[in-house]
């Protein structure tokens, strides 16, 4: 569905290659930016994929092999993006390890990729002439999504949905899972292989679980959903681009 009016303009990249990943990360990208500001009227934001080529080399097998020549097409897809005056990116890949093993200065930092990434972009972005405080602008409205370990972390938490699609056999211990992970949400993050321990779930529910998503439940974690909020909330500029999505009260309405 084309957005009505759109006000901000984002390209989501996933290393996921599911036939719901783009769908699942922008549904959960909504998630988010409601919680952001619940005013944000998700109607007046375009998302589109990535294209063939620049979604190919994001797919885990593909995204660290440095010789790929569709890298140089992503970096190039990315800038292109950031240089719109609305245009944000949003990147969603997984940590690969638990929250405990994280660098706590930089912790969306998981992989050495992301630098290499940004790194070129910003020389795409210099190619073309544009200052450096420009460029730094632009860059700020390149956002991360970084579950750890990985993407199923979140949508786990969802526990009361995942409950609706699981098996619920005593031997599974399914139940007995997500009525832990229910009480406590920071355990999800801590595991090293979440879809292996809800197997009877899986990743088959992935675009379902984020129905209903227990944003400020799974935020108060302080774990790996928070760091991404958190950068979303320092982010000046995606906030002003919120605020653009929605009508701000007239001041006799606020007077009323």
Known sequence: MVAADPKLFVLVLT????????????ALTKKLLVYLEPRCDTHRIAFTPANDEARDVLVANQYTNRRDPRRRRLYEVIAAQLRLGDGFVVHHFDADRTWKQRDPDAPLDAKPIQRDILDHVRAVLRHNEIEETDIDAMLSRYVRLVPYPEIEAWLYQN?????????????????????????????????????????CVGKRHNLALVQAFPTAAVYAAGKSLAAAVDAMFACDALLHAIERTYQPPTSEATSA
């Open 15 to 26: 290393e996921d290659n599911g036939r719901d990943a783009f769908a699942t990360v922008q």
């Open 159 to 199: 526990t009361e949905h995942a409950l609706a699609r699981a098996c619920r056999r005593l031997q599974c211990g399914c139940t007995a899972r997500l009525e832990a992970w229910a009480a406590d949400r920071g355990l999800l993050d801590e595991l090293s292989n979440p879809p292996a321990a809800l197997p």
